[in-house]
Nanobody, 117 residues
Framework: QVQPVESGGGSVQPGGSLRLSCAAQ????????IDWHRQAPGNQRELVAT???????NYADSVKGRFTISRDDRKKMVYLQMNSLNPEDTAVYYC???????????WGEGTLVTVSS
């Protein structure tokens, strides 16, 4: 079952931190790439961070130096550590598990992150 499930969202003050988690249970987790996307009210969904099946990472300019994506293939988990949060980070965060070579492209239902004082 590839369907990702996100957790870890919540409310935090500016400057605070949160760690999002994404769990998926395919038989072989390590073959998949993982993205975190987010969508703020009134905005389009945007790519935040990527980690490939080889462990390479990439980040949106807006989160570089503040967010860190990581994966634990043994636990079939992906994490997004978010530091120095600001109100512009407020959004629903979605996990995407995919490898188009295997015709797999699965999205979670999202977890809400709210940054406000």
């Amino acid at each position: 079952q590839v369907q990702p499930v996100e957790s870890g969202g919540g409310s935090v003050q500016p400057g605070g931190s949160l760690r999002l988690s994404c769990a998926a249970q395919p038989r072989v987790f390590g073959i998949y790439h993982i993205d975190w996307h987010r969508q703020a009210p009134g905005n389009q969904r945007e790519l935040v961070a990527t980690i490939t099946n080889g462990g390479r990472t990439n980040y949106a300019d807006s989160v570089k130096g503040r967010f860190t994506i990581s994966r634990d293939d043994r636990k079939k988990m992906v994490y997004l550590q978010m530091n120095s949060l600001n109100p512009e980070d407020t959004a629903v965060y979605y996990c995407r598990v995919y490898n188009l070579r295997y015709d797999v492209d699965a999205w979670g239902e999202g977890t809400l992150v709210t940054v406000s004082s």
